[in-house]
């Protein structure tokens, strides 16, 4: 088997120790379990004896299939192993990840490298850390002989020898470790391979984490070749061909095969396991029966150890080396989707006094249950395989602690996602969404156990904040189900969350093309509103009648609505939220203008809102007034301005995974380059921009009426079998690649730009003296440079330097040089 412990030999093959004599592996390991024997293993046993020339492959355990995968690793590994400096490497990992395997095929191939031989010692049959030194001493054929310990007379023995000594299954006599480091002191041309779930923790230990077998990119549009270059799935197939000859990957089961391979995490154990069904099962089948993992994963061949026949076994292998205390919080954790944060760990697992999180989740790190990835920030995220995590909640579910877990999972995510919609109006708006992607799947999780569970009290602020969120990363319709959901549960939530969740819903209906729900919703919004005095949901309640109107194609009522927002607002005090609202209700009036044909009265609103969204780095409403500024110069034939506007609007889009709004942005694209007589790149950007809008799962969305007038000029302007050809040319483009053809557009209108660079730079929100400095960083001077140029200090400088980062959306001068050289702001 990939992962099996010294190919099936504990089952299988009978090996000759030093002395000659035969021994029966599996009679060793039955007696561990009594009289605690030193169970012989195998190695260089007549090289050892001084006996005749060793091919030094003879007494290494013959795996009975191939490795697939891991030549990278294998090499890696290799070179590591020879160099002189790497006297002890640790091969780390879950159980059933193949460690074990790996190290097998590093013996196999450095054993002509190591003058005298490479050593086998095989020591899951023992649990005693006392019997590991034996258990060496066994396999290279040292007798315990005379009054000197017996980690002497090893020592004594390799001395002067040059030998590969490769130590399996490590885990459970750990406490041995010091035996290891002594040899190594004592030896120096002994080199040691480990394998162990946990590492050994001396001096000069060099750790390989070995990885799950790569997996197929996601997706759904993936070839058979693309499918079957994952190392996951050439072992399935594999595998699946052991147990039935006609086994072949197509393309009727190639996706299936690959999402049963990324269901399992890549494990070797799990994927053998799910493969041995496949004589059976189909792969859309056994696909379907993977909801619950575990059960499925049994049946591994009769010759493997016991732990490996089942990957329940395997898991439990690890969860019984654990203290209690580690045992407690790894059920804890399980309950965590997608991985957390330290302080998320802290708040749901750590109410015992007597658990210290950060200890416990360094142990179990440790020991491979665990595995560190880096989050948002570069803060450390803490998760499960998903088939460990099914084994801690089978262990959750079996404690008397779940419901209590589960409460404190789903209070501390329905916090994060308030959190997350409270600084939707701050300058910490994309660390907000960024904590939010990053925890969506425990976000989702919550959602799913408040469904269940009927808690529409924690179902109603968590749809309400995610909405934002999940709208912008193209999926509206899961938040709306949630709202719909809890709003039908309870009609007694307090008037503020009814509200909230009531625009939320609205919000998303209209986004999603139902505009007769949408005004349904927000006028029920708006009663509850006016009915308790709350004047600032009411003005958000008129945002969302207001848009409605806008789509429908209202603009004097939208524009009525919007204005009538604003007027609400009159009474309140300032702060980020109504301001907020206000610059909204600002932007949208100025949109309602433009669309009406007065773009010299959208100008000024525009303005207005992207000056305070400047002020705080809003990076969402400075696209959006960006974009009404660009629209307006487009429609007045200032295509060149348009192009430098729109660049910026796209650069923020994308930076804010705004999918629907980079829609919105090739659309304004498409009308500069219909402005510039390119009809067929235009109608190009406008199918593409189409297709993205309906991948995001929105009709509307951010300029969908700048869209519509640019498309129906297009349209008219173009014989129809033309304009349907790059139409659908448009729709057949990547994401990437309607980016790149809108990028090309915005750099040939700039080309031939007549705009002065300080009338651009002025555009772009940048004063004159960042405008000097911009001029000089381009050039390629530094900070102290540009202060002597300028006569101003360096301090001085790096704050504008900083500014010029922050309004050009970059974080390097580089970057800085590149993006004013080709929107012409210098």
């Not at 990992?93 to 460690?99: Q, R, S």
């Not at 060496?136 to 040292?142: E, F, H, K, P, R």
């Not at 408040?450 to 309400?464: C, F, Q, S, Y």
């Not at 500024?629 to 994308?654: C, F, H, I, K, P």
């Amino acid at each position: 088997m990939q992962h099996g412990r010294g190919g099936n030999a504990t089952a299988m093959l009978v090996f000759k120790g030093a002395c000659g004599a035969a021994v029966d592996l599996k009679r060793a390991v039955r007696q561990d379990a009594g009289t605690h024997p030193v169970p012989p293993a195998h190695g260089l046993s007549r090289a050892m004896a001084g006996t005749s020339p060793p091919d030094r492959h003879h007494d290494l355990p013959v795996p009975l299939t191939p490795l697939v995968g891991r030549e990278r690793e294998v090499a890696t590994l290799c070179a590591l192993l020879r160099d002189e400096d790497v006297r002890l490497l640790t091969l780390t990992g879950l159980g059933g990840v193949g460690k074990t395997r790996l190290a097998l095929q590093l013996a196999h191939d450095l054993a002509n490298e190591f003058a005298d031989g490479v050593a086998f010692v095989f020591l899951a049959p023992i649990t005693d850390p006392v019997l590991v030194a034996p258990t060496i001493a066994s396999v290279l054929g040292v007798r315990d002989a005379g009054e000197a310990p017996l980690s002497d007379q090893l020592k004594v023995f390799l001395r002067d020898k040059r030998v590969l000594l490769v130590l399996d299954n490590f885990e459970q006599v750990v406490e041995a470790a010091p035996v290891v480091a002594d040899l190594l002191a004592g030896c120096p041309g002994l080199t040691v391979l480990v394998t162990s779930r946990i590492r050994l923790r001396v001096s000069g230990e060099r750790e390989h984490v070995v990885p799950p077998l790569g997996l197929a990119s996601p997706g759904d549009t993936l070839s058979v070749e693309d499918v079957a270059g994952s190392e996951a799935v050439r072992l399935f197939v594999q595998r699946a061909q052991a147990v039935r000859e006609d086994f072949a990957l197509t393309s009727e089961h190639a996706l299936a095969v690959a999402e049963i391979c990324r269901r399992l995490d890549g494990l070797p154990l799990a994927i053998e396991l799910a493969a041995a069904r496949a004589k059976i099962l189909p792969p859309a089948t056994l696909l379907t029966r993977l909801e619950k993992r575990l059960p499925l994963l049994t049946g591994g061949p009769r010759d493997a150890p016991a732990r490996q026949r089942t990957m329940r076994d395997a898991i439990a292998w690890s969860h019984d080396l654990l203290s209690s205390e580690e045992r407690a919080l790894f059920r804890r954790l399980a309950v965590f989707v997608g991985g957390c944060t330290l302080e998320a760990a802290e708040a749901v697992a750590g109410d015992d006094p007597g658990l210290d999180v950060l200890d416990g989740i360094s142990s179990l790190v440790d020991k491979s249950l665990l595995r560190e990835e880096d989050g948002p920030g570069g803060e450390p995220r803490y998760l499960m395989l998903e088939t460990v995590r099914e084994f801690g909640l089978e262990r959750l579910e079996a404690s008397a602690e779940a419901g209590a877990v589960r409460e404190q999972h789903a209070g501390l995510f329905v916090a994060l996602a308030e959190a997350t919609g409270l600084s939707w109006f701050g300058a910490d708006q994309r660390a907000g969404l960024a904590r939010l992607a990053a925890d969506l799947p425990n976000v989702r999780a919550v959602a799913a156990w408040a469904l269940d569970h009927g808690r529409a009290e924690m179902l109603l602020p968590l749809g309400t904040a995610a909405m934002v969120f999940l709208y912008l990363r193209g999926n509206p319709a899961e938040p709306q189900r949630w709202l719909d959901a809890a709003l039908a549960m309870s009609s007694r939530a307090a008037p503020g969350i009814r509200v909230d969740a009531l625009f939320a819903t609205a919000n998303l209906a209209s986004l999603r093309g139902d505009l007769t729900q949408s005004a349904a919703l927000g006028e029920g919004a708006l009663a509850i509103a006016r009915a308790h005095g709350d004047a600032l949901r009411a003005a958000k309640a008129l945002i969302i009648l207001g848009a409605t109107a806008e789509w429908a194609g209202d603009f004097d009522r939208a524009g009525a609505l919007f204005r009538e927002g604003l007027a609400a607002l009159g009474g309140l005090d300032a702060g980020p939220e109504v301001e907020g609202v206000r610059a909204v209700l600002t932007c949208n009036l100025g949109d309602a203008h433009l669309w009406r044909g007065e773009p010299e009265r959208a100008v000024p609103l525009a303005e207005q809102a992207l000056s305070w969204w400047r002020t705080i780095g809003h990076a969402w409403g400075v696209a959006w007034g960006l974009q009404t500024l660009a629209g307006a110069a487009s429609v007045t034939g200032d295509q060149v301005r348009a192009a430098q506007l729109y660049d910026e609007v796209l650069s923020l889009r994308l930076e804010l995974d705004d999918r629907s709004g980079v829609a919105g942005a090739l659309a304004g694209i498409a009308g500069v380059a219909a402005g510039r007589e390119r009809l067929e790149h235009a109608a190009r950007l406008l199918g593409a921009a189409g297709a993205l809008r309906e991948a995001a799962g929105v009709r509307f969305g951010a300029h969908y009426v700048r869209g519509a007038q640019v498309l129906a000029d297009v349209r008219s302007r173009m014989d129809e079998r033309t304009f349907a050809a790059a139409w659908a040319a448009g729709r057949a483009l990547s994401p990437e690649q309607a980016v790149a053809g809108a990028r090309a557009v915005v750099t040939e209108a700039l080309s031939t730009a007549s705009l002065p660079n300080d009338d651009l730079a002025s555009v772009a929100g940048l004063t004159r003296r960042e405008r000097d400095v911009l001029r000089l960083l381009v050039e390629g001077r530094s900070d102290r440079e540009i202060a002597e140029a300028l006569f101003i200090g360096t301090r001085t400088v790096q704050t504008h330097v900083a500014n010029l980062f922050a309004k050009l959306g970059v974080n390097a001068r580089a970057e800085a040089a590149a993006v004013a050289v080709r929107r012409g702001l210098v």
